[in-house]
């Protein structure tokens, strides 16, 4: 019987870019579920852009994902335009791909599954960024293991 593990998949680092905070999210090594990570607090950019560098090098990350804040009519608004420019500044600075997802109403899912959790509103403020980071990695893993599945 052959009991050699698959060759694992590389971390993915997941993020849901906001202005205050960046929610952070990684993967498993074989890309299966996206865990919660943390918060980082966003400084200036050339700080915060090196911070996620060094996240990338700390977990192995060979890619990131980027929620990229649609309008509910799939246009980019301010707060979409502001996260393209980190990214830009992001691919400046690192060589792993990074991938913008369509992270539309996850905070909102995140809201309600907290909620439904139990957890208070105190709580509640302190996790959604990392939730919705967490939303928006395993949406990307899904959809990829899922069009894997179909070729």
Known sequence: MDTTLASPVARILGLDVGEKRIGLALSDPMGFTAGPLGVLERKDVETTAN??????????????????????????????????????ELRKRLLVPIIMEDER???VQGERALREA?????????????????LILQAYLDRNRNSALLE
């Not at 309008?71 to 980190?86: E, I």
């Open 51 to 88: 911070a996620v560098k060094r996240l990338v090098e700390k977990h192995q990350a060979q890619a990131i994902v980027v929620g990229l804040p649609l309008t509910l009519r799939g246009s980019k608004g301010p707060q979409a335009q502001r996260v393209h420019s980190f990214v830009l």
């Open 105 to 107: 109403l996850t905070t």
């Open 118 to 134: 139990g957890a208070s509103r105190k709580q509640r403020k302190a996790a959604i960024d990392q939730v919705a980071a967490q």
